[in-house]
């Protein structure tokens, strides 16, 4: 069915609503083995974190919907009769509900869904999609397809591509906060304090992450204002913020690198040589580039090295410090906690020598410190105490 059909078969809408529908995503009923049961809360929170990247699809949060479905004295569980999604969504301000269902055959996962018309109770003509996962290693390959399928349905949108990502590194999130508003930021249920720039930085293993936004409620309360997964592609570093009740992620970059040149001096048997030869290690510990050429017995070797990045973790039982790197402070320890030690990362570090100090009430230390290339440097600060105690490769 073409997409000008599927739209006109689904909601009679006012042009406002079309561009932004509300979306409530229910769990998806197991038609498999209970062991595939943990899979039914989890194909609806990756459905909905991709389609929340439309800016046409707002969708309901998970926290909101688990409320209501409480509240209602529903089983969230594999919810699919379209008169009790309804009425979920109706009670959620949603205009759209998707149910759904999955099926284990053999190794292979089938997912379908479709949309319910939260105010007639009926699922939508033309707005229903499956997809087939291989085996649970690519479910997140399937998840998106079915939300490319559902997003083109309603909208018209094409899905952004996804970042694959290198599972052997570490990815990173950079999460911005406003100064206006009073939440705390949670990744995987740990607190994350804000720098003095509003921003914290999170290195964070390739894959998929608990996502919370608590909002200060009163003096000593508060509630949970966003409950959901992101993704975070090893290597690459995604940037988000918190706006107007939605997460907002607006780029997806690559962990930047730096470019190394040198010239040496080799030595051929005999003849004319030229040869090039290139090596990439990825964007993390970089890129080997060496061309020759020249006539026997000298030759000339040009070798570009595109090295990663090195990264400074400071650690110390007392925090409540800052680092400096070259005047320039680069990080910020706050006070350990009760068995606990203060840490904090500079990321992004080019190689060479710098001039690091590291202040509490006084000066701890105050000196240089020489950094390689794509290495990692743990350093424990206390006051009057500064020792190296590891140094490894990325």
């Not at 001096?265 to 020759?292: L, R, W």
């Not at 680092?323 to 990321?347: C, F, H, N």
Request: hydrophobic residues 40%; glycine residues 8%; contains cysteine.
């Amino acid at each position: 069915m073409k997409i000008k059909r599927i739209l006109t078969a689904l909601l009679i809408l006012s042009a406002a609503a079309m561009a932004q529908n509300k979306v409530a995503i229910l769990d998806f009923k197991n038609n498999g083995p209970a062991s595939q049961q943990h899979l039914s809360e989890g194909i609806a929170n990756m459905l909905a974190t991709t389609l929340a990247g439309s800016a046409a699809i707002e969708v309901v949060e998970r926290s909101a919907l688990d409320k209501i479905v409480q509240e209602m004295k529903l089983g969230m569980t594999g919810l699919v009769d379209p008169k009790s999604a309804a009425q979920v969504g109706k009670v959620a301000g949603a205009n759209l509900v998707v149910i759904g269902s999955y099926t284990a055959l053999g190794k292979s996962i089938r997912i379908d869904a479709k949309v319910v018309n939260v105010e007639t109770a009926v699922i939508v003509k033309g707005a229903a999609a499956s997809a087939k996962a291989t085996s649970l290693e690519n479910l997140d390959d399937a998840v998106d397809a079915l939300a490319q399928k559902l997003l083109t349905n309603l909208t018209g949108e094409q899905v952004k591509a996804r970042v694959q990502g290198d599972l052997n590194k570490a990815g990173r999130l950079e999460f911005a906060f406003s100064g206006k508003e009073m939440i705390a930021l949670l990744i995987d249920g740990q607190i994350i304090e804000p720098a003095e720039d509003l921003k914290a930085t999170v290195e964070l293993a390739h894959g998929r992450h608990k996502v919370q936004i608590e909002r200060a409620k009163g003096m000593f309360k508060s509630v949970t204002e966003l409950d959901t997964l992101i993704e975070i592609p090893g290597g690459y570093i995604v940037r988000a913020e918190y706006k107007n009740k939605k997460l907002n992620i607006y780029e997806t970059v690559p962990v930047p690198g730096n470019k190394i040149e040198q010239s040496a001096v080799t030595t051929t048997t005999a003849g004319t040589s030229t040869e090039k030869v290139t090596a990439d290690f990825g964007p993390m510990t970089g890129k080997v580039s060496i061309e020759f050429s020249g006539t026997a017995p000298a030759a000339t070797s040009t070798i570009q090295v595109e090295s990663g990045p090195s990264k400074i973790v400071i650690l110390s039982s007392e925090g409540m410090c800052d680092v400096y790197l070259d005047g320039q402070k680069r990080a910020s320890l706050p006070l350990s906690g009760i068995d606990e030690m203060a840490t904090a990362t500079i990321y992004d570090i080019k190689p060479g020598t710098y001039h690091i100090k590291i202040e509490g009430f006084d000066a701890w230390y105050d000196g240089t410190l020489t950094v390689g290339s794509g290495e990692e440097i743990k350093i424990k600060a206390e006051p009057k105490s500064f020792k190296i105690i590891g140094r490894s490769k990325i």
